[in-house]
């Protein structure tokens, strides 16, 4: 799973980059979560939080419970992988699905 997340990871950075994004440039990035269990959505949430890791909300949608973390932070590729991969991590750890990262490319 981290190996296939890694993967993805490099296609983004590699259309971004093809985009104009300047990695360097701190910006907003969200990295989602989803189970049908509130509490697993609750406990994973608070987790983020409690620890300062970002700012997570949960959000209900037709009995899915989807966990938003967003992280302030620059998207080079040692930096974005680091942190996607630990976000794999706590899904795999706290039983939820991880389901994607995303950014507003940033241009110098």
């Known amino acids: 799973m981290l190996h296939e997340n890694a993967l993805a990871d490099?296609?983004?950075l590699r259309k971004n980059d093809a985009a104009g994004d300047d990695f360097t440039k701190p910006r907003d990035?969200?990295?989602a979560f989803k189970t049908n269990e509130r509490s697993r959505a609750e406990d994973i949430c608070e987790y983020i939080n409690g620890k300062n890791l970002g700012s997570a909300t949960v959000q209900e949608s037709e009995g899915t419970f989807w966990v938003v973390?967003?992280?302030h932070m620059p998207i080079?590729?040692?930096?974005?992988?680091n942190v996607s991969a630990f976000m794999v991590c706590l899904?795999?750890?706290f039983q939820v699905e991880y389901?994607?990262?995303?950014s507003?490319?940033?241009k110098p």
Request: proline share 0%.
């Open 99 to 102: 389901d994607c990262g995303g």
């Open 91 to 93: 899904s795999r750890l």
């Open 104 to 106: 507003i490319i940033q």
């Open 29 to 31: 990035v969200d990295f």
């Open 69 to 71: 973390a967003v992280i």
């Open 76 to 81: 080079t590729q040692n930096v974005l992988c």
């Open 10 to 12: 490099n296609d983004l």
